[in-house]
């Protein structure tokens, strides 16, 4: 079965330098209850991460650029695109954002990105300066380019991103109502809001799931519901995404056998999805 992983950190340029890999994130609280070390990632060596790559069954895989306040917490957009040109049969660039700086910033870089030829962009709303809901007015310029672009938006959404109510799907709701064509990917699942954003996305078709390590790590509370979750949706708009360093990308997969999916909502799951969404994927 193809997998494509739609949230990579891989250890390359500035993805290396962050505190996802000083310590590796899997080895800190709460992943470290359940997590299998990556050696990789120990020693950022990219060489490694290909191979662990591999052996998981994983064929390609989206690298977001991340856009924050704070210098040292970011990658810059060109790390990214660079990685995409360099390795094209298995990365996927999105860009990233940030409206901390102004509007007028945000929306100059994102046409440098879309001039470049990224695919998707991400934002992690709550981590602005001053932080922002997902219906934030300031981001609907943004929202909007993309939506004309043609291009689906990644929005960062969990109870680690500032007060429970950033995370709230609720604003995402307002969001996909207000661009009904534009496709809004939510990494983390908006977690712990695990039933609320499932029946969101029942009924707002341009919203797209993206789990990741909240649906793979059976320690996480309420982890369980997932399974349901992927059945009630019959395996439609939800995502596979290993979210590494900060889970190992083997056991990722394997983490799914857990749920006794179908075979027609694993292929969805793993990659039916993603083509979908994205069209042609690195091979």
């Known amino acids: ?5 739609f949230r990579l950190r891989p250890p390359y340029k500035g993805y290396a330098k962050l505190g996802l890999y000083s310590p590796v994130c899997n080895e800190a609280a709460p992943q470290k209850w359940h997590a299998e070390p990556s ?11 290909w191979k662990e790559m591999d052996e998981a069954g994983i064929s390609g895989g989206v690298v977001i650029g ?36 102004g509007v007028s910033a945000a ?14 962009m991400g934002m992690e709303p709550a981590y602005c300066q001053p932080p922002r809901y997902a219906d934030a007015n300031v981001l609907y310029p943004i929202y909007a380019r993309c939506e004309k672009a043609g291009i689906p938006v990644m929005l960062t959404l969990s109870f680690f991103q ?36 499932v029946n969101l996305c029942l009924i707002q078709k341009n919203i797209w799931l993206l789990p990741d390590l909240y649906m793979l790590n ?3 509370p309420g982890n369980q519901m997932y399974g349901d979750a992927m059945r009630w949706l019959n395996g439609e708009r939800i995502l596979f995404g290993s979210a590494y360093p900060c889970y190992n990308m083997a056991q990722a997969v394997r983490d799914i056998d857990r749920f006794g999916l179908s075979e027609e909502i694993k292929e969805k799951f793993f990659h039916g999805n993603a083509e979908k969404l994205l ?5």
Not at 90 to 96: D, R
């Open 279 to 283: 069209g042609t994927l690195p091979r």
């Open 66 to 101: 991340r856009q924050m306040p704070d210098d040292s917490a970011s990658v810059p957009n060109d790390d990214i695109i660079g990685m995409a040109r360099e390795f094209p049969d298995k990365i996927v660039a999105f860009g990233g954002l940030d409206v901390s700086r």
């Open 107 to 120: 929306m100059d870089e994102l046409e440098r990105c879309l001039e470049l030829g990224v695919r998707g």
């Open 1 to 5: 079965m193809k997998i494509f992983d």
């Open 162 to 197: 500032g007060n429970l109510d950033y995370s709230d799907p609720v604003a995402v709701q307002r969001v996909a109502q207000d661009f009904p064509n534009l496709q809004l990917i939510l990494a983390h699942a908006c977690y712990p809001w695990l039933l609320h954003v």
């Open 39 to 49: 050696r990789a990632a120990e020693e950022k060596s990219l060489d490694l991460f």
């Open 218 to 220: 059976p320690t996480a």
